[in-house]
């Protein structure tokens, strides 16, 4: 079993630059895939972008060139820089493990292991 604890959210005005940490702890063999989504207010819940224990990376269209993930398997923790913000970036962030990124499709990752959240709130 995966425990995963997010921090670093906060809030910040627009344009301005925030980083979420996700520290794993636990059965970290099988978090191949770590993942952030976000669920904003009256929003589905909606991928961000994940990162493969290779490093292989994929990023949602709406933050693409914006917000970069990234991992530290040493420490068993995984980031995300989020620089630019916009309103429409504020949600409470997730992040989630599971054996394959499934493409950020939150209805895929139903066997996953998720975090409690940490809020993001970006004003204008």
């Known amino acids: 079993q995966v425990q995963l604890v997010e921090s670093g959210g906060g809030s910040v005005h627009s344009g301005g630059s925030l980083t979420l940490s996700c520290a794993a702890s636990g059965d970290t063999d099988s978090t191949y895939c770590i993942a952030w989504f976000r669920q904003g207010p009256g929003k589905e819940r909606e991928g961000v972008a994940g990162?493969?224990?290779?490093?292989?990376?994929l990023y949602a269209d709406s933050v693409k060139g914006r917000f970069t993930i990234s991992r530290d398997n040493a420490k068993n923790t995984a980031y995300l820089q989020m620089n630019s913000l916009l309103p429409e970036d504020t949600a409470m962030y997730y992040c989630?493990?599971?054996?394959?990124?499934?493409?950020?499709?939150?209805?895929?990752?139903?066997?996953?292991?998720w975090g409690q959240g940490t809020q993001v709130t970006v004003s204008s």
């Open positions: 989630a493990a599971d054996a394959r990124c499934y493409g950020l499709v939150p209805a895929l990752w139903f066997g996953g292991t």
């Open positions: 990162i493969e224990s290779d490093g292989n990376t």
